[in-house]
C-alpha cells in the first residue's frame, strides 16, 4: 500500500478527492499553481509543497487532477516536471479529462524512466468528489491499476477497467458527450414545463420517476431551488465550468472526426456550449444552459 501520495491540481474536483485520501490516512503532499488552493488542503492535515518537484521528491504515487491537455503535458513532461522528479517505481495517475490519445504517450515517456502511469478520469461531480463517491473510468496495464486500486477506493465507489492506455479516456469523453446532451434536454424540457405553469419541483418529481429520468435531472437539476446545494441552487457557482465542458465535447468532436463518426445532438450542443462560453458564461457551472434556454422565450 502507498504511504506518501503526492496530489496535484486542488480545483473543485482535485480538492475534495485530496481531502479524502487525508481523511482515509494517506501521507499526502499537495501541490497547485494557486497558492491558496494549497493552504486551504494543509488546514485539513496534508504537507504543502511550493513546486512540481518537491511534491514529487518521495512520492510512492502521485494522483493529478488538472483542466486540460496542455496543462497535464506541461506538468508531467517539463524539465523539472513529475517524469523526471518522481523516484524509480513510482505509480502516476492522472484523473483529469484529456484527449485520449495522450495517455499512450505518457505511459511510453513513463516507461523510459522506470515509473507506471495509468489514467483514471473521474464522473460524479463535485458532490460525489466530496462524499468519496466517484466513478472512475481506468485505462492502463492491469497490474498498475490493481495496484493504484486503493487509492481510488479512497476517492470513489465505482470502478471500471475499461482496458489499455486511452480507453479511460474514450469512455470519459463519450460519458461527457451524452451529459452535455441530457443537461440541454433535460433544461429544454423543465423550461418548457415552468413555462407553461408546472411547478418546477412537482415536474422534475414527474420526471426523476417517469422515462425521462437521467442524472441531470435526478441528481443535478438546472433549475434554480429544485435541489438545495447543487451549482444551479447557488447561482451556478462552483461545479463544472462551461470552459470544461467546452473542452471536453471538444475532445469528443476531434475523436469522432478522426475516424468518421457523426455526431449531429453532439453538434448542436456544442454549438450551444460555445455560444455560452463567449457571452460571459465561461466560469458557470454548465447547467447555466437553462438560464440561456430561459431567456430565450419571448423573443
Ligand atoms: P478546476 O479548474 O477547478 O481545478 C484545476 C486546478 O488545477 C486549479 O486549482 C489550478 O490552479 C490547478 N492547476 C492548473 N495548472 C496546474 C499546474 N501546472 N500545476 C499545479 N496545479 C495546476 O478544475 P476541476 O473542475 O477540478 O476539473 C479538473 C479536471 O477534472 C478537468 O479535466 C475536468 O474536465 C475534470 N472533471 C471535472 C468535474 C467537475 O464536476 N468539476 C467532473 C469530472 C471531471
Given at each position: 500500500l502507498f504511504s506518501q501520495v503526492g496530489?496535484?491540481?486542488?480545483?473543485?474536483?482535485?480538492?475534495?478527492?485530496?481531502?479524502?485520501?487525508?481523511?482515509?490516512?494517506?501521507?499526502?503532499?499537495?501541490?497547485?499553481?494557486?497558492?491558496k488552493k494549497r493552504t486551504a488542503l494543509v488546514a485539513n492535515g496534508a504537507h504543502e509543497s511550493n513546486s512540481l518537484k518537491e511534491v514529487c521528491e518521495n512520492a510512492e504515487c502521485i494522483v493529478t487532477m488538472l483542466p486540460a491537455n496542455q496543462h497535464v503535458l506541461d506538468a508531467y513532461t517539463t524539465s523539472d516536471g513529475i517524469l523526471k522528479s518522481v523516484p524509480r517505481g513510482c505509480t502516476l495517475i492522472d484523473c483529469s479529462t484529456i484527449d485520449y490519445q495522450i495517455p499512450k504517450k505518457l505511459a511510453a515517456l513513463a516507461k523510459d524512466m522506470e515509473v507506471n502511469f495509468i489514467e483514471a478520469p473521474v464522473s460524479g461531480g463535485i458532490m460525489a468528489a466530496r462524499e468519496?463517491?466517484?466513478s472512475f473510468m481506468v485505462g492502463g496495464?492491469?497490474?498498475?491499476?490493481?495496484?493504484?486500486?486503493?487509492?481510488?477506493e479512497a476517492m470513489g465507489a465505482k470502478f471500471v477497467h475499461c482496458g489499455g492506455h486511452g480507453s479511460g479516456q474514450a469512455a470519459k469523453?463519450?460519458?461527457?458527450?451524452?451529459?452535455?446532451?441530457?443537461?440541454?434536454?433535460?433544461?429544454?424540457?423543465?423550461?418548457?414545463?415552468?413555462?407553461?405553469?408546472?411547478?418546477?419541483?412537482?415536474?422534475?418529481?414527474?420526471?426523476?420517476?417517469?422515462?425521462?429520468?437521467?442524472?441531470?435531472?435526478?441528481v443535478y437539476n438546472p433549475v434554480p431551488g429544485v435541489i438545495d446545494g447543487v451549482p444551479s441552487s447557488k447561482n451556478y457557482e462552483g461545479g463544472f465550468s462551461v470552459t470544461l465542458m467546452v473542452?471536453?465535447?471538444?475532445?469528443?468532436?476531434n475523436a469522432a472526426s478522426d475516424k468518421g463518426?457523426?455526431?449531429?445532438?453532439?453538434?448542436?450542443?456544442?454549438?450551444?456550449?460555445?455560444?455560452?462560453?463567449?457571452?460571459?458564461?465561461?466560469?458557470?457551472?454548465?447547467?447555466v444552459i437553462y438560464k440561456?434556454?430561459?431567456?430565450?422565450a419571448g423573443k
Open positions: 496530489f496535484i491540481g486542488l480545483g473543485n474536483m482535485g480538492g475534495p478527492m485530496a481531502n479524502n485520501l487525508v481523511k482515509k490516512n494517506f501521507k499526502v503532499t499537495v501541490f497547485d499553481t494557486d497558492a468519496g463517491r466517484l496495464e492491469g497490474e498498475i491499476v490493481e495496484k493504484a486500486r486503493p487509492i481510488l469523453m463519450c460519458n461527457n458527450l451524452l451529459l452535455a446532451i441530457s443537461m440541454a434536454g433535460v433544461s429544454e424540457a423543465m423550461n418548457l414545463g415552468i413555462k407553461l405553469g408546472l411547478d418546477a419541483k412537482k415536474l422534475a418529481a414527474v420526471i426523476n420517476t417517469s422515462s425521462g429520468e437521467c442524472w441531470s435531472s435526478r473542452k471536453d465535447l471538444g475532445l469528443a468532436e463518426v457523426k455526431l449531429p445532438l453532439g453538434d448542436q450542443v456544442t454549438s450551444l456550449y460555445r455560444h455560452l462560453h463567449e457571452n460571459g458564461f465561461s466560469g458557470k457551472d454548465f447547467s440561456y434556454l430561459e431567456s430565450l
